[in-house]
């Protein structure tokens, strides 16, 4: 089956300071979207993100598609946006999820 | 927008019962529901496909006796895990695609909060 890894593991940043998130899968897919996980467990929809690039606030997302990859950038980064992100990728209607990248921001 | 609600959000049961979790998707049909399941610091695994009107689809390795799927409904889907034993604390979250969830026009997954199993 197709591999979704997400790269770093762990992300520790201070308060203010942007970051970038990165997820490569092995194979073609239809869809990919890009959540963020809060620390009750809610899964938030960030960005539906098959190819392109979009913004949304502080964080945006671009995909390419022919090189496999996808982007979540996230500036001047809040307390806030501690938690896990996970990218997913849809492959034969089900949606696979990478292992995720932890994020602290600290004040 | 489009919600999906999850029912309940904790529960905590004794080994050897069974134990009902209920998703809905408000305001909106769901003919296909997933059910994930994530351990402690760890990624979401998919259990399985609900359909409406027939038969769950499950991923390999997923007991399909040991977690009942049923979906009766547009707007309901529950998971049952029968006889809990401690190795099936978890958190079990379902989702929906709704289209246009995303104010794109295009299916995105819509999850539910949750519900977090603790067996004694």
């Known amino acids: 089956g197709i591999q979704v890894e997400q790269s770093p593991p762990d992300l520790i940043l201070q308060e203010g300071a942007n970051s970038t998130l990165r997820c490569n899968f092995s194979d073609s897919v239809n869809n990919l979207q890009w959540f963020h996980q809060n620390p009750w467990g809610q899964l938030i929809n960030l960005f539906y993100i098959p190819s392109g690039t979009k913004q949304n606030g502080r964080l945006s997302a671009t995909t390419v598609a022919t090189e496999r990859y996808s982007l979540l950038y996230i500036s001047s980064s809040q307390t806030t946006d501690s938690g896990v992100y996970f990218c997913?990728?849809?492959?034969?209607?089900?949606?696979?999820f990478g292992q995720g990248t932890e994020l602290s921001v600290k004040p | 927008g489009a919600v999906v609600s999850q029912h309940p959000s904790r529960v905590i049961c004794k080994s050897g019962t069974s134990v009902k979790i209920e998703c809905r998707s408000l305001d909106f049909q769901a003919t296909t529901m997933f059910w994930y399941r994530q351990f402690p610091k760890q990624s979401l695994m998919l259990m399985a496909t609900?359909?409406?009107?027939?038969?769950?689809?499950?991923e390999q390795g997923v007991e399909k006796d040991k977690f009942l799927i049923n979906h009766a409904s547009l707007t309901l889907s529950t998971l049952t895990v029968t006889s809990a034993h401690p190795e099936d604390s978890s958190f079990y979250i379902c989702?929906?695609?709704?289209?246009?969830?995303?104010?794109?026009?295009?299916?995105?997954?819509?999850f539910g909060a949750g519900s977090r199993l603790t067996v004694l």
């Open positions: 989702s929906a695609r709704v289209r246009g969830g995303d104010g794109s026009g295009a299916n995105v997954l819509t």
């Open positions: 609900s359909n409406e009107g027939s038969k769950a689809t499950y």
């Open positions: 997913a990728v849809s492959q034969g209607g089900k949606l696979i």
